[in-house]
């Protein structure tokens, strides 16, 4: 058996806790109140409760969870949540590994596991003036025992097709073996990139910030390429004036620029050519941030 393959021997339940908070975000514009309305209109009934639920039971069933409770709700006017408490280690859980290998995709949900949480929220929301709207999910999978929630990547990207990921894993807490040596950490990683398949890693631009020392591990994605028709609402990119295409175009890539920096933008920032051609500030030395 390789070595990242081997179970610990420990001395009694494994205590470490295996965190991922995961963030996607869908961009439009959209042209007029009557749009907005359609649009959060659109986003509330695609990702309602019930849906939500379906994601995450096939979550559970990715990282061998058995699911105990499930509590969910939608909101007025827009929004909808879900909790669902999980369980530890189910028989069928010696098959399961941690190595830093991409999960199943949505075609191919396998497994069983027990004990912890899965949590999402979402949150539309629109800019009172420039016709932008957004649609933010935030996901968050907890678990305890043997298997990493990452192993539920794969499966949670093309589940919920977004523009910007931001992804933060930290393992918590440590584990004794029967040594009665503590283990902080009970797998190898380097990245959350290693959790994502080929296709995904080719569909989007990567940054990644760990600390390894404390076990956190932070990954940003937005997409690689750029269609103004990928970002409209009822309206089609062949309609518009070329000088409406450029300032939708402009305004559309500043809002993907803003959130995958986590910054106010100033409008200096639309003559780079892509929502992410810089990990940096320019080498001028400007400050861009407002």
Request: some cysteine; aromatic content about 8%; overall charge negative.
């Amino acid at each position: 058996m390789p070595q990242s393959l081997k179970r610990l021997k420990l001395h009694g339940f494994n205590n470490l806790t295996k965190s991922l908070s995961f963030n996607i975000y869908d961009v439009c514009y959209t042209d007029s109140p009557e749009q907005r309305e359609a649009y959060i209109a659109y986003i509330d009934e695609a990702y309602n409760a019930e849906r939500l639920t379906a994601i995450l039971e096939q979550v559970a069933n990715i990282i061998g969870a058995n699911v105990l409770n499930v509590a969910r709700q939608d909101y007025d006017p827009q929004g909808a949540s879900v909790t669902m408490l999980i369980a530890e280690e189910h028989p069928g859980g010696e098959s399961m590994s941690n190595s830093a290998t991409p999960g199943p995709l949505p075609e191919a949900v396998v497994g069983h596991l027990d004990k912890s949480h899965i949590t999402v929220h979402t949150y539309p929301e629109s800019h009172p003036h420039n016709g932008i709207s957004t649609f933010r999910a935030d996901i968050d999978v907890s678990t305890c025992g043997l298997i990493s929630p990452l192993k539920a990547l794969n499966y949670l990207i093309h589940a919920l097709e977004s523009d910007i990921v931001i992804m933060d894993y930290r393992v918590r807490g440590f584990t004794r073996d029967v040594k009665g040596r503590k283990h902080f950490i009970d797998h190898n990683i380097s990245s959350i990139q290693n959790y994502l398949s080929r296709d995904t890693k080719n569909t989007y631009q990567m940054i990644d910030v760990n600390v390894y020392q404390e076990n956190l591990f932070h990954t940003k994605m937005v997409v690689n390429e750029f269609r103004l028709d990928d970002y409209l609402f009822c309206i089609n990119a062949a309609d518009l004036s070329e000088k409406e295409y450029q300032r939708i175009q402009r305004l559309v890539r500043r809002e993907m620029m803003e959130i995958f920096y986590g910054r106010n933008l100033n409008r200096e920032i639309e003559r780079w050519a892509t929502p992410v051609a810089q990990a940096v500030v320019p080498e001028s030395g400007k400050d861009y941030t407002q």
